[in-house]
């Protein structure tokens, strides 16, 4: 059985998350990466290095989408795709083909956020 321990995760980071529910999902996202350490931990030295890659190999990630253009796919949606509502937040559903640049500022964002050495490359058409 193999057991790992990460760190210490402080109470005001929980306390800042919303809702449970989401205090879940944190908590679970950090048990998977801890899950997945030893595929990735022995190469943190070198980030985006995996499998001997070398940096003038790497593909740099695309530059942002325009935010009004995104603004405009999410307002020529119908109202009924507008799931739930908090504030400046809003979920929608939607087919890819009416969002499409949103779709892309997903995958670049997933791009620059999600650890490389944990999950493997993304390509931004993943999405």
Same mark, same amino acid.
């Given at each position: 059985?193999?057991?790992?321990?990460?760190? @210490?995760? *402080?109470?005001?980071?929980?306390? @800042?998350?919303?809702?449970?529910? *989401?205090?879940?999902?944190?908590?679970?996202?950090? $048990?998977?990466? &801890?899950?997945?350490?030893?595929?990735?931990? +022995?190469?943190?030295?070198? !980030?985006?290095?995996?499998?001997?890659?070398?940096?003038?190999?790497? $593909?740099?990630?695309? &530059? +942002?989408?325009? =935010?009004?253009?995104?603004?405009?796919?999410?307002? @020529?949606? +119908?109202? #009924?795709?507008?799931?739930? @509502?908090?504030?400046?937040?809003?979920?929608?559903?939607?087919?890819?083909? #009416?969002? !499409? $640049?949103? &779709?892309?500022?997903?995958?670049?964002?997933? #791009?620059? $956020?999600? +650890?490389?050495?944990?999950?493997? !490359?993304?390509?931004? #058409?993943? =999405?």
């Amino acid at each position: 059985m193999d057991v790992r321990i990460g760190s @210490a995760i *402080a109470a005001e980071k929980l306390l @800042a998350i919303r809702t449970d529910e *989401a205090r879940s999902d944190y908590l679970r996202w950090r $048990t998977y990466l &801890l899950a997945a350490r030893n595929t990735y931990k +022995p190469s943190t030295a070198l !980030p985006f290095l995996r499998g001997g890659a070398r940096p003038d190999r790497i $593909t740099p990630v695309v &530059l +942002p989408v325009d =935010v009004g253009a995104m603004t405009r796919e999410l307002e @020529a949606l +119908p109202m #009924e795709s507008q799931l739930a @509502a908090s504030g400046e937040l809003a979920t929608y559903i939607a087919r890819a083909e #009416e969002i !499409p $640049t949103v &779709l892309r500022e997903i995958g670049r964002l997933r #791009e620059v $956020t999600v +650890p490389v050495l944990a999950f493997g !490359p993304w390509n931004i #058409e993943d =999405v």
